[in-house]
């Protein structure tokens, strides 16, 4: 089992930052990789960003390709997405999740693992 904690979240105004955390607990060495996905009030759960545990290969979503920055401390077991040049249209809820074995980057129903969510707010 693997446990992930997300933190960080906050409210902003437009164009500017923020940096969440998932701090990941327990079985770590069975992910393959990590990711970031949102999900706001009324919508579908949206992926955001993945990244390979080993060798840091990072996808994102054209939505936040260029403002946004995923990154993974494997010394702390924590991951990172830097956000920066936030819109309104970011607001939602944002999880962290790992997944192991075959990983598919971007498909939420193929990881395993998820942290209860770290709310962000843009205001205009």
């Known amino acids: 089992q693997v446990q992930l904690v997300e933190s960080g979240g906050g409210s902003v105004q437009t164009g500017g930052s923020l940096r969440l955390s998932c701090a990941a607990s327990?079985?770590?060495?069975?992910?393959?990789?990590m990711g970031w996905f949102r999900q706001a009030p009324g919508k579908e759960r949206a992926w955001v960003a993945t990244v390979y545990t080993d060798g840091g290969m990072t996808y994102y979503d054209d939505s936040v390709k260029g403002r946004f920055t995923i990154s993974q401390d494997n010394a702390k077991n924590t991951l990172y997405l830097q956000m920066n040049s936030l819109k309104p249209e970011d607001t939602a809820m944002y999880f962290c999740a790992a997944q192991s074995g075959i990983c598919y980057i971007r498909t939420a129903s193929s990881f395993h693992y998820w942290g209860q969510g770290t709310q962000v707010t843009v205001s205009s």
């Open positions: 327990g079985d770590t060495a069975r992910t393959n990789c």
